[in-house]
């Protein structure tokens, strides 16, 4: 008998919020195993841009080094203080734990580094409000696509996001 490559390439799932037919991530279940967290964190200096990508589900020794992480890449700009922009992916990233949403919410809460805006991609109305319950703050706006967040972020500020209200 032949095994399946994976999971995911055998139930095709349509998430509520997606707009699009998605294929179940490895990110939430692997043969009924929670994947751990990981993360990607890229600068792009001539846009001044913090590219990160989140997948999995995170427990508190990734979040902190997740955390600690975002510094080099944002010295690497080379932009003055709080002026950088930032893109995050959160598409593959499961629901976390209400532990992982308070360490979230310490990890990105210290410091005084911000940025000027936060544009968040994610297919789930739940990972938004997730999203948005860690974040808490202005210039945050949600989108289903990276060109979606791109042209926002990219935008004059003051520019509201049509994106940014959904619940």
């Not at 913090?50 to 510094?71: N, P, S, V």
């Not at 992916?89 to 209400?98: A, F, H, M, T, Y």
């Not at 990276?146 to 972020?153: C, D, S």
Request: proline share 4%.
């Amino acid at each position: 008998m032949r095994s399946p490559k994976s999971v995911a390439s055998l139930y095709p799932v349509r998430w509520p919020g997606d707009k699009h037919r998605r294929k179940l991530s490895e990110s939430f279940f692997l043969h009924g195993v929670r994947m751990r967290g990981s993360y990607t964190i890229e600068a792009e200096p001539a846009h001044d841009l913090i590219r990160m990508t989140l997948t999995g589900f995170f427990d508190i020794e990734t979040i902190r080094a997740f955390g600690a992480a975002r510094y080099p890449v944002i010295a690497r700009l080379g932009c003055a203080r709080n002026q950088h922009i930032v893109l995050c992916d959160i598409s593959g990233c499961s629901l976390q734990s209400q532990e992982a949403v308070a360490a979230f919410q310490q990890v990105l809460g210290e410091g005084d580094i911000k940025s000027r805006k936060l544009a968040v991609v994610t297919g789930s109305s739940l990972a938004w409000i997730q999203a948005r319950r860690i974040l808490n703050r202005d210039e945050l706006a949600c989108f289903d696509t990276e060109p979606e967040a791109m042209q926002w972020l990219l935008a004059p500020s003051g520019q509201t996001a049509e994106s940014q209200v959904r619940a």
